[in-house]
Each structure stands twice: as C-alpha cells, then as structure tokens.
C-alpha cells in the first residue's frame, strides 16, 4: 500500500477574497444531451467516422450555448445561476479524463490531447469508455440509486493524478476550464462549473486489477487532492467564482469504507481545498439523500457553501445548521429525479424552516435537489399526452420555473406567488380526483392480499411435479428470452405505430420472426425455448403500453449512460390490467413446438424503477397493483397451457436504498411484490427469475426469499466468482449461471462454456444447474447468437456426458 503524501499545490490559510454570492435560484445541472438527443447524435456520428473531431466539438459547443441561452431564458439570472456540467460522455469519466487516471491498459492515451498533457484528448476519452480491440472499456454501473451509469475508475497504487493547468484537460475547448473560458467569452457573467467531488470520486472507484490485496481507493486521496488543487486553480484562473463540487457519495453508508473514515476523508478533503489560496469558492452538494452526520464534517471546514438533498434527505438537525456558521445553503428542493410538479406550498414551508434554523441571515438559495440530468427537457413539448396528465407534470424546463418561483416566495413572502400557489393547489386538487388516479377495484384488491397470496407450495413439493411435466434433462439449457432485434423487426413496429402498417400485418411478421426462432432453437437444440421477443420495444415500455395507469411520452429522453438514452413511462394511476399482454405470442409460439415454452413477464420492481413512478402513493402499494396485474397474466398463461413463466427482475438490486437501515423494508415489499406475481401459479408451473448482474451477494437473501424455482444471473465476466458465496449460503433452488457475456460481440468456445458450466457443477452440484447466457440477445447478431447458442449447448452435452459416462 502506498503511504499517502501530502497533497502537493501550494495551500495557505487565507480564503479567497470576498467575491459574488450565490444566487437566489439555481439548478445542480441540466440534460447533456440535448432536446432532441442531438449530443448521441453527434457522439455517434464522429466513433462511426461520419464526422471530424471539429465537428463534434462545434456540435458540443452549439449545445452548451443552447443550454446557456435557455437558462438564462427561462429566468436564472445572477451570478454563479448557470452551471457548466457539460460532458461528453459520463460525470466522472470527466475527472478520470481531465487527471489521466486511466488503469495501465490505458496508459498509452495519457498526453493524448496535446504535448506535456496528460489529459486523454477526446479519442482517449471515447476509447476508455468503449474499450478497443482487447482493450476492455471501464466498467459501467449505477449512479447513486438512479438509473444513470457512470464508469468505475479503476485505481492502484500507481494511477496518476495529474492536472496540467492552462488546459481544460479532455481537450483545450472542452474540459471544466475551458468551459468556463467559453461560456465568458460568448457574455455568461460566471459560469459556474460542476465536477464531481473527490471522496465521491475514490468510494465510486474500484481496486484496479494489479492493486495490491486490501488495496482501497480512498487510500490515495492525498494524491487525488493535489490533482484537484491544480484543477480549482485553473478554474479560478480562468473565471469561475464559483464552482460546484457534487459529493453525492456521502449520503450513502454502502462503500465497504467504514463511515469514520469517510468522514475523515471528508474533512481531510474539504479542510485542504478550503485552505488554497487562488481557488473559485465552493459549494459542495450531497445529493440523492441526506448528508446526514457529513453535514457537521463539512461545516467545520471552510468551504463557503453545502447543498442539501431535502427531496431525498430530510431537514438536518437544528444544531447542525446551526452549525454551518455564514456559510451559504442551497436547498434542494425541487426534485430532479421525478417528473412531477413541485409540491409548491410544502417546499416553501420547508424553506422556511430551513430558513430559521439557519444563523440570522445565511444565505439561502433555491435549487435542484440533484442534477436534472434525471429527467426529460420540456413537457410543453408532450402534445399528444393527456392534457390533464400534462398538467401535473414538470421536466426540467418547468422545475427551472419551480425554483424561480419558489426563490421569490422566500424572498418576498406567499403574497409575490399567491397564483402560482392557488395554480398548483388546484392541479393538485384536479389530479387527485381523476378517476384513474384513485381506482376503487383496484384499491379494494391490493387491500384483499393475504399473506397466502404470496406463498407457494414449498419447493420440495413444486420440484417433482415440474420434474415430471417437464422431462428435462440434467443441466437444462435455454435463454434469457430475446433474440437479435433486427432493422425488419424494428422497421415493422414503427411502421405499425405510424400507421402504415395495420394490426394484421404486424401481427402476420411477429408471427413469422417467431417461428423462425423457435425453429433455430429447436435446431440448435435448447430444452427451453422462447418466443424471442421481438414484438417488445423495451421490456418496461411494452407493459405500460398495455397497463391502465401508464402514459408514454414523444420526447422524453434521459440519458442512461455515454450516448444511449431511455424515454422512461410515465406511471400515474393505479395499475390494472385491461387484458391479457404477452399470452398471443407466448401460446401462439408454444404451438409450434413439443418443447416446453417459457413465457416471459418483467417483474413489478424492475417496471418502477424504469418508469418515472407516482409521488402520491407508497412504492410499496404501487408494487402490490404491479403484482396483482402480473398475477392474472401468469393465470392466463397458465390457463394457456405455458408450463414456464419467467418473470425478470434485474432491477431488484439497483433501487437498493442508500443507507443500510432503509434496505430491509425495501426488500421486504419488493420481495413481496415478485412472490404476488408468482404466488397463484401452480406447483407443476415452473417460475424462472432473471437478474442481470453477478455480485448479487448483498441481495442473496433477498433472490433466495423470491422462491423462484429457478434463477438467471450475469456469471461470464466474473468466471463464475459469486457461485462459491452461493453454495455457502445455501441457495435451495436451481440456478442458471450465464456462461456467455452477451455485452460483447466475441463468440464463447465450446470449452469455455463448459469449463464454465464445469465450475458450476462444482460448486452447486449437477442437479441444481442451468445452462443460459449472461442476458437477453436483443443487442446482439444473428450470426454471433447461433454460433454461440450451439457452443452453449455442446458444452452442456459435454459436461452431461462426462456426469453421465
Ligand atoms: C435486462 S434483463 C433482460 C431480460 C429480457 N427477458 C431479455 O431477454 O431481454
Ligand atoms: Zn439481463
């Protein structure tokens, strides 16, 4: 382990001078992508070689300066209003970018954006998202508890952190610096620049491969600091009073790093950064909960300003604000993570209280309670939603109107925004009397569940009885449910939502793709075939599209990681189930074949947490009318003769609560939700689960209590790393651990499955194995997916003979 040394930019003790305040209003961030996902397009356009380097970056710029010019628009005004968080890729790739702290396989695009750089330069920055050749990207996972990935740094004891000042280190136009350099010359009075904090930084990174056992991350913060030193001076040097450093990892209490620790990381951090003489001032957030006892750490140190998640988080304790001393508090209290209006009234009573909490006289702004990057552009722009539905919503245009209005309440009492008050008290009001909001039907049968709804026979009943319908041999192969989603397909949904192509004539080419995967699988001889799944757009829309109580929007787009964007639906009534969803295909593909068929649902979690979900009704009830409706299709999948319903969940673990102490009443209702769907189904009916990641360990408990018979999980990448953990722990059911890594267009060798199926053997014994891939194929080829699918299913044959013989 390396002994840390002492961060070296020059520091003293004096703060910088008195400069600009806060302003009354402010948002942490703004999309990156642009209203009409132009950033993709851009971005795309260059990797697929269609543009130059130059037309990228003018493309960037255009929407920097369109963001600029909108915010300023829509009425932030005022120092320091407008943050500059543009990135082209992903947050903390940014920082990873801007001090080259690339892992060693990297290492060669160190410098890339020019001499004595050691920035990458925009190609190194695309390459260490994308991987290249052998090359693996960086690895991708969630942002907080959001549905937005950012890429793991992977540190050791040897990363640099550098930061060459005078450059804006992506690439002289485009990193933090030179943002602030641009938004100053094109007449932004002070820009305010947004980078991710650097104890943020180190809990999300991981151990890089050639780390030293027990190696951590936060170990190297003394060396990180002396990289950022360097940073906030560039970015004083060249114009920002302000900047904005987002240390959202604070307000988790999951890192593995004990909390004392992180807390004197925090003070380590923040007494240091505080103490450097030629810096911009700074405001550190703790977004997506409550800083908690991280509040008091910061306030002791002599930063100028902290943000406060109160949408997530609660108020912090009186003493502790109390605490904060002069220091400015931006109060976030318009969400950016939903997609509704701002509950007007209650966030000016929680102002207030802030208010007098705070020492006589503190600044106090209005703001964001994270980044909008969360939610869509502009809801005006939703013409074909339900006006009434329209009425009650707020993308990020609006809640830039939100904290406007809120900004003034505060400053010049109720009286300055009495309509906007009476406004939302009456949407309010209108909204909730829809008829859909609020279903008696619906109501009454969520009341109605017992506890015998969500109880199965036990396993050791069901497995028999599923053993003698199925007549499965040992090691059973199948699939996660789709197959490639080719341009036909793709061209015939649209074609059919435009109009052009009628119910008949889609229906006809579905039927058609479906038969020819269930010939390919019966070719390629898997036991358990699907129907492919091509008639789904997504696993999560296609349902809402065919529930009560969901609306989908034209252009609502967020961003989910680097250029690819989801439009998430819009969950905001009560949840019913017109008809039956999935059964047409599912039986009209059993019919053609002897082999068992396996129906495929997504499970209630994993529909909420990649929908925007309703404000005004616990999740927990909200899962409960999910389950219930996924209840009566797996009835008529059922009553349809499917013996295999799989019901996937991969969202399980991602909605995971931040803090330890939130998480067993999450994983008691969303548990409960899974075993409301499953619970009616039939011993002899097999129920399949499907989540797509490998270090389910802190949620084993959880997948164990779902009491599937069966489980798909992501295993390749890891060769099979959590199976030992599992046989520890006593997972009683069959378990289908991927031996094929779907993320990547390389085909798996008969023996690399089987030496995979193999270990899992080993590790589970025979009898409780299932051969599959890691995921679904929609994102792969044909040509990849048979080949791999038949290596699959030799190496399945391989290890049976050997059990076997
Ligand atoms: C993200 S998990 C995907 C599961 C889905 N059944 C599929 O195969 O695509
Ligand atoms: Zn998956």
């Known amino acids: 382990m390396t002994t840390p040394t002492t961060p070296t930019t020059p520091a003293a003790t004096t703060a910088p001078a008195p400069s600009t305040p806060l302003p009354a209003a402010t948002i942490l961030g703004y999309p990156r992508i642009g209203p009409d996902r132009e950033l993709k397009r851009a971005v795309e356009s260059y990797w697929k070689g269609a543009t130059s380097a130059d037309e990228l970056r003018a493309a960037a710029a255009g929407l920097r300066r369109a963001t600029r010019e909108r915010l300023r628009g829509l009425g932030l005004s005022g120092p320091a209003a407008v943050p500059a968080d543009f990135a082209y890729y992903d947050q903390v790739l940014q920082v990873t970018s801007a001090l080259g702290a690339v892992p060693a396989r990297f290492a060669h695009l160190r410098g890339g954006a020019g001499q004595g750089h050691p920035g990458l330069g925009l190609e190194g920055h695309f390459t260490v998202a994308r991987g290249q050749g052998d090359l693996a990207a960086q690895e991708m996972t969630k942002w907080m508890d959001s549905n937005y990935h950012y890429l793991v740094p992977e540190i050791d004891e040897s990363t640099v952190f550098d930061y060459a000042p005078g450059f804006g280190a992506i690439d002289p136009t485009d990193g933090p ?49 002396g990289a950022y030193g360097h940073l906030l001076a560039d970015l004083w040097a060249a114009g920002a009073q302000w900047v904005q450093i987002d240390e959202p990892a604070l307000v988790a209490d999951t890192w593995g790093v004990p909390r004392e620790e992180v807390l004197a990381a925090v003070h380590r951090a923040y007494a240091w950064i505080a103490a450097i003489v030629e810096r911009p001032r700074v405001l550190v957030t703790g977004a997506y909960g409550s800083l908690g006892d991280a509040l008091p750490v910061l306030g002791a140190t002599g930063i100028e300003a902290v943000g406060l998640d ?283 074949t002897d082999r068992p068929l396996k129906g495929m649902l997504t499970g209630p979690v994993t529909i909420m947490a990649w929908s925007f979900v309703r404000d005004d009704l616990p999740r927990a009830e909200v899962a409960d009318q999910l389950g219930l409706a996924l209840r009566a299709e797996v009835a008529d999948l059922e009553a349809a003769g499917i013996g295999v319903i799989q019901v996937d969940e991969p969202a399980i673990r991602e909605t995971l609560p931040l803090r330890r102490a939130d998480q067993p009443a999450y994983l008691e209702w969303s548990v409960g939700s899974f075993r409301l769907a499953t619970g009616g189904a039939a011993s002899a009916t097999q129920i399949h689960t499907h989540l797509c990641y490998s270090e389910f360990d802190v949620v084993i408990d959880a997948v164990d209590h779902l009491d599937a018979d069966v489980t798909s999980i992501e295993a390749s990448r890891s060769r099979m790393d959590i199976l030992p953990a599992v046989a520890e722990h006593g997972f009683a059911r069959q378990l289908g651990p991927g031996v094929w890594d779907i993320h990547s267009p390389r085909v798996p060798s008969t023996e690399e499955c089987a030496e995979l199926v193999g270990r899992a053997v080993d590790a589970l014994g025979a009898g409780s194995v299932w051969v599959n891939p890691d995921c679904g194929l929609k994102t792969r080829g044909y040509a990849e997916t048979t080949t791999s699918l038949r290596n699959l299913v030799d190496a399945a044959a391989r290890v049976r003979g050997g059990l076997e013989g």
């Not at 701002?342 to 702004?365: C, I, K, S, W």
């Not at 599912?586 to 053609?592: D, V």
């Open 177 to 225: 610096a030179a943002q602030v350099l641009e938004a100053l010359a094109a007449g932004e009075p002070d820009p305010r620049p947004v980078i991710v904090g650097p104890v943020t930084y180190l809990l999300a990174s991981k151990p890089a491969d050639g780390a030293a056992p027990g190696f951590r991350p936060i170990d190297r913060l003394d060396d990180l600091l």
């Open 310 to 592: 109160l949408v997530a988080g609660a108020l912090p304790r009186d003493e502790d604000l109390a605490a904060l001393g002069g220091k400015s508090v931006v109060a976030g209290v318009v969400s950016g993570r939903n997609i509704w209006r701002t509950d007007l009234e209650a966030a000016l009573t929680t102002l207030e209280r802030l208010r007098d909490a705070l020492p006589q006289g503190a600044p106090l702004t209005v703001a964001t309670s994270t980044s909008l990057q969360h939610v869509p552009h502009d809801v005006e722009r939703e013409a074909r939603l339900d006006p009434a539905i329209r009425s009650w919503l707020a993308f990020a245009d609006q809640k830039v109107g939100e904290v406007l209005t809120l900004a003034r309440g505060l400053a010049e009492g109720r009286d300055a925004i009495a309509d906007e008050l009476a406004r939302d008290a009456s949407l309010r009001a209108q909204r909730a009397a829809h008829p859909g909001v609020r279903r008696a039907e619906v109501r009454d049968a969520v009341s109605a569940i017992t506890p015998a709804d969500r109880a199965r026979p036990p396993y050791a009943e069901r497995k028999p009885l599923q053993d003698a319908r199925l007549g499965l041999p040992l090691l059973p192969t199948t699939t996660i449910g789709s197959f490639p989603q080719t341009p036909e397909i793709r061209a015939a949904r649209a074609a059919h939502r435009g109009g052009e192509l009628d119910a008949a004539g889609y229906g006809a080419q579905m039927r058609a793709e479906i038969e020819r995967v269930v010939r390919l699988q019966e070719e390629i001889g898997l036991d358990v075939l699907v129907h492919g799944e091509a008639e789904r757009n997504d696993m999560v829309q296609y349902f809402a599209e065919l529930l009560d109580g969901f609306a989908t929007t034209e252009h609502g787009w967020v961003q989910s990681y680097g250029s690819r964007c989801t439009r998430p639906s819009i969950l905001w009534g009560d949840v019913a189930r017109p008809a039956p969803m999935t059964v047409a295909w599912s039986s009209y593909a059993q019919s053609l």
